[in-house]
């Protein structure tokens, strides 16, 4: 690999990702892969929940969310019924889910669009050296 076309390569994708991570509104775009996937619920009286999505590296089930949101509610809307808490918990944690997997998309389109371009550039330039090398190996390395 000559090192002139490394070294255009390399300035050029330190370029393209730092823009990239700039018009994905920073680093926290792309954490959202690997983030705990933990969302604050904030009350109308002021209180707040924080529901963590996973527990021991896997998302939990929607049974274990629906309860977390089910006691919390029980013992902040001790006035509404029984269906009425579950309806409440359920449209909650949709919304949770939805939230998560709008920022798991995110994330992922930002990674290919950050890293997929200078990796195609690299393989393209890689490409085109062999050409130009008229599809032999270098002197001295067979």
């Not at 090192?3 to 330190?14: D, E, G, I, P, Q």
């Not at 939805?98 to 998309?105: G, L, M, Q, T």
């Amino acid at each position: 690999m000559r090192w002139r076309f490394f070294r255009t390569w390399l300035v050029l994708s330190a370029l393209w990702v730092g823009w990239q991570v700039y018009l994905n509104d920073g680093p926290q775009t792309y954490a959202a892969l690997w983030r705990l996937g933990s969302y604050e619920i904030n009350y109308q009286d002021g209180t707040s929940l924080v529901v963590n999505l996973f527990k021991g590296g896997e998302i939990k089930s929607r049974t274990e969310i629906s309860n977390e949101l089910l006691a919390w509610l029980q013992k902040h809307r001790p006035d509404i019924d029984d269906a009425d808490r579950e309806a409440v918990s359920g449209g909650i944690l949709n919304d949770l889910l939805d939230k998560h997997e709008i920022a798991v998309v995110s994330a992922r389109g930002g990674w290919w669009l950050t890293f997929a371009p200078p990796l195609a550039l690299l393989g393209l330039g890689l490409c085109v050296s062999w050409l130009v090398r008229g599809f032999r190996p270098r002197a001295g390395t067979g």
